[in-house]
């Protein structure tokens, strides 16, 4: 059974989130972000939170557990070492994306060079406390806007630049980051916090930015739903990726969590072709979450530092499956 201090730290998370969600209704999202990065001790707290139910629950549950390999640390890492390690698997999407781009040109002719890569380069986006920094291959840059620890940066991802070099204003700020440069972009539980799907969209388009063609950008998002019920949510966040410039070559839903992994195309006509023959009369350019459509009342900020209310729960298994068992296949290559 879930502590009190579990159910205190989860119904935390979960506030912040929906204030900002509810705020943004009555103004707008840019100015309330601004605002929230102005409060110190809420991000403060909200960095500790965050901090303390990954390496006092979730991950030092994984540790002990038969489920170790299948945490969300772990299936990042594994995603990313099958996709570029794994030469054949790259090569798959290579040859798919040929295929393509013969049937839109017949005198298509395109010589791929080696993808050359000894360590991945990550962009860990909300790291809070840099968990991958433990893996040797991975050549990671952590940044949050409330970092809970030393080696991650601070750097407001919706705000910061990108030019030609990784800047940092001093040891522990990051003001702008290099264009076409990482191979892997992490957004886990990020999306969420963001209150508007403006705002969510030019996260993405960002991480478009910084990756190298052929990059790919792992989502993973809160979804306690049944399977299927936000198929047509997640068939217009794919719609949406596209004419972006990302191919998603995976959707994996589990209790409580959509993850999702995409690929920056070679060639932009690949993932626009895709949404000219998909495009249905309800899809829109929009990154909605099922978060969006929810009214309930939370407790306020003072409340989440007292006894916790039964309704937290449902924040406690959100974050938790954050967290959680997370398997990884790519079977989207057909």
Same mark, same amino acid.
């Given at each position: 059974?879930?502590?009190?201090?579990?159910?205190?730290?989860?119904?935390?998370?979960?506030? /912040?989130?929906?204030?900002?969600?509810?705020?943004?209704?009555?103004?707008?999202?840019?100015?309330?972000?601004?605002?929230?990065?102005?409060?110190?001790?809420?991000?403060?707290?909200?960095?500790?939170?965050?901090?303390?139910?990954?390496?006092?629950?979730?991950?030092?549950?994984?540790?002990?557990?038969?489920?170790?390999?299948?945490?969300?640390?772990?299936?990042?890492?594994?995603?990313?070492?099958?996709?570029?390690?794994?030469?054949?698997?790259?090569?798959? +999407?290579?040859?798919?994306?040929?295929?393509?781009?013969?049937?839109?040109?017949?005198?298509?002719?395109?010589?791929?060079?080696?993808?050359?890569?000894?360590?991945?380069?990550?962009?860990?986006?909300?790291?809070?406390?840099?968990?991958?920094?433990?893996?040797?291959?991975?050549?990671?840059?952590?940044?949050?806007?409330?970092?809970?620890?030393?080696?991650?940066?601070?750097?407001?991802?919706?705000?910061?630049?990108?030019?030609?070099?990784?800047?940092?204003?001093?040891?522990?700020?990051?003001?702008?980051?290099?264009?076409?440069?990482?191979?892997?972009? /992490? +957004?886990?539980?990020?999306?969420?916090?963001?209150?508007?799907?403006?705002?969510?969209?030019?996260?993405?388009?960002?991480?478009?930015?910084?990756?190298?063609?052929?990059?790919?950008?792992?989502?993973?998002?809160?979804?306690?739903?049944?399977?299927?019920?936000?198929?047509?949510?997640?068939?217009?966040?794919?719609?949406?990726?596209?004419?972006?410039?990302?191919?998603?070559?995976?959707?994996?839903?589990?209790?409580?969590?959509?993850?999702?992994? +995409?690929?920056?195309?070679?060639?932009?006509?690949?993932?626009?072709?895709?949404?000219?023959?998909?495009?249905?009369?309800?899809?829109?350019?929009?990154?909605?979450?099922?978060?969006? +459509?929810?009214?309930?009342?939370?407790?306020?900020?003072?409340?989440?530092?007292?006894?916790?209310?039964?309704?937290?729960?449902?924040?406690? /298994?959100?974050?938790?499956?954050?967290?959680?068992?997370?398997?990884?296949?790519?079977?989207?290559?057909?």
């Amino acid at each position: 059974m879930a502590s009190e201090e579990q159910l205190a730290l989860s119904g935390l998370i979960k506030s /912040v989130h929906q204030q900002l969600r509810d705020s943004s209704k009555d103004a707008s999202p840019d100015e309330i972000w601004r605002e929230h990065l102005q409060n110190g001790d809420l991000l403060k707290r909200y960095a500790e939170a965050m901090h303390k139910l990954a390496t006092c629950y979730w991950d030092k549950t994984m540790q002990v557990s038969c489920k170790k390999d299948n945490s969300r640390i772990e299936w990042v890492v594994k995603s990313c070492r099958d996709y570029f390690f794994r030469e054949c698997l790259l090569n798959l +999407f290579r040859e798919k994306d040929d295929k393509v781009m013969k049937i839109l040109n017949e005198n298509y002719n395109y010589s791929h060079e080696p993808y050359e890569i000894s360590r991945i380069r990550l962009l860990d986006v909300g790291s809070c406390y840099n968990p991958f920094s433990a893996f040797s291959d991975f050549d990671v840059t952590a940044i949050d806007i409330a970092p809970a620890q030393e080696s991650v940066k601070y750097c407001d991802f919706l705000e910061v630049s990108v030019g030609q070099n990784l800047t940092q204003d001093s040891a522990s700020l990051i003001s702008s980051l290099p264009q076409s440069y990482f191979d892997a972009v /992490v +957004f886990s539980l990020l999306l969420e916090y963001m209150p508007s799907s403006h705002q969510r969209i030019l996260c993405c388009r960002k991480a478009y930015d910084v990756l190298k063609p052929e990059g790919i950008l792992l989502v993973i998002t809160p979804d306690s739903r049944h399977q299927g019920a936000n198929a047509r949510l997640m068939k217009n966040w794919r719609f949406t990726f596209g004419l972006m410039g990302f191919t998603r070559i995976k959707i994996e839903k589990l209790e409580h969590v959509t993850c999702m992994v +995409f690929r920056k195309s070679l060639f932009k006509e690949i993932s626009e072709r895709w949404c000219r023959i998909h495009k249905e009369d309800y899809m829109e350019p929009l990154l909605n979450i099922p978060q969006d +459509f929810k009214t309930d009342p939370l407790p306020n900020d003072d409340e989440c530092q007292s006894k916790p209310v039964e309704r937290t729960v449902d924040a406690l /298994v959100e974050i938790k499956e954050m967290f959680g068992g997370l398997p990884f296949e790519y079977n989207e290559i057909d």
